[in-house]
């Protein structure tokens, strides 16, 4: 806990809980406002992107929910998951100095190519309407004992790190970086395109039903989805794992 310490103002804190998703999730049903924050220094059943675990030992990474209201249309809701994880890399960069790359669409890893943070998005849609987003986001800060097929890899393993000081970078910058999201959604794109990512690369992609293909990633498109060159075709994926081949 101690490098947790001292926590950014108005961050709920919990020793621990199950996920830190489903407290947010249950706050915002309350009627909670905008940016309440929970972070836990550990999670029984972290959760990651179709139903993966999301490994959180105590005193080892920063794992928090954020919950945000906003007024924004579906389809630019896509491009939420862009933004933050550029806004992620930003931190990481200006904080710490560590220069990341972005893994379309929700990974960030290291410049070796293993996940050092990861985001979940979950929302309450009623009628067309956004009602709420459960934020989380998972950054691995401290070395724990991760399975090898998870291709993880800790903040500490480049440069120290003080958990609570990079909490207070991110928010800081998240807020920044939602607001120009809100005036206008395609900064998303601008912001991710900026840092270094996988487009150019030989991508391979796991579709939600199992087949897996692969091509050169090679832009995206206005709602995000990747736009991907086989050898016969420009395919759009939407949803889907991609793995860097090269
Ligand atoms: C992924 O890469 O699959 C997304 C991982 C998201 C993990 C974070 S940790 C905080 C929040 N609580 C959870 O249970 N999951 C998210």
Not at 14 to 25: L, N, Q
Not at 80 to 109: C, F, M, R, Y
Not at 190 to 214: A, C, R
């Amino acid at each position: 806990m101690t490098d947790l310490l001292p926590l950014p103002e108005g961050v709920q804190y919990k020793a621990e809980v199950g996920s830190t998703m489903d407290e947010i999730r249950a706050l915002a049903r309350a009627g909670a406002p905008e940016w309440t924050v929970v972070l836990a220094d550990q999670q029984t059943h972290g959760r990651g992107r179709r139903g993966k675990v999301w490994q959180s030992q105590a005193g080892s990474g920063l794992y928090f929910s954020i919950l945000l209201r906003p007024r924004v249309t579906l389809s630019s809701l896509g491009l939420l998951p862009l933004l933050v994880g550029a806004s992620l890399a930003a931190s990481i960069q200006s904080h710490l100095g560590l220069t990341t790359q972005l893994k379309w669409s929700n990974d960030l890893l290291s410049l070796d190519g293993r996940k050092l943070a990861g985001i979940l998005l979950e929302s309450e849609v009623i009628r067309n309407k956004v009602k709420f987003v459960v934020l989380g986001i998972g950054v691995n800060v401290h070395f724990q004992e991760f399975p090898k097929e998870l291709k993880a890899a800790a903040l500490e393993e480049f440069v120290a790190v003080r958990r609570g000081d990079l909490l207070r970078v991110i928010l800081k910058q998240l807020r920044l970086d939602y607001a120009r999201f809100l005036e206008q959604p395609e900064f998303a794109l601008q912001l991710w395109k900026s840092f270094p990512n996988n487009l150019g690369k030989i991508v391979q992609i796991l579709e939600p039903s199992g087949d897996t293909w692969s091509g050169i990633a090679l832009d995206l498109d206005s709602s995000g989805a990747l736009l991907v060159q086989t050898e016969t075709e420009i395919k759009t994926v939407f949803a889907g794992e991609v793995s860097l081949l090269r």
